[in-house]
């Protein structure tokens, strides 16, 4: 094997291991995002995001329908603004 040709398979290597790594992570993410929105939001929100929550009858304000927030926002999940309605920084909207 000559010198290119080891550049080639050690690239490749690298690329693999690169590629698992983030999707390992990715999915690492994806675990703790969903252990995050079942101890803090799925009370009011309900497991399946669509405001069925036990805690949510109990609240003055409905709870949003979480699996609509890209729908009513032209087609994208703008995260900081969800943040700025559940933290209060956007007074202007109520939180969800």
């Not at 995050?36 to 409905?62: I, M, R, S, V, Y």
């Not at 729908?71 to 559940?86: E, L, M, P, S, V």
């Amino acid at each position: 094997m000559d010198t290119w040709q080891r550049r080639m398979l050690v690239g490749a290597c690298a690329a693999i291991l690169t590629m698992t790594a983030t999707a390992a992570a990715r999915t690492q993410d994806a675990d703790k995002g969903e252990v995050e929105f079942l101890l803090n939001c799925a009370g009011c929100h309900g497991a399946d995001g669509k405001d069925t929550g036990p805690l949510g009858a109990k609240l003055d304000n409905k709870p949003t329908d979480l699996t609509l927030l890209a729908k009513h926002n032209h087609g994208t999940f703008d995260a900081g603004a969800i943040y700025q309605k559940i933290d209060g920084r956007n007074p202007a909207q109520k939180p969800p």
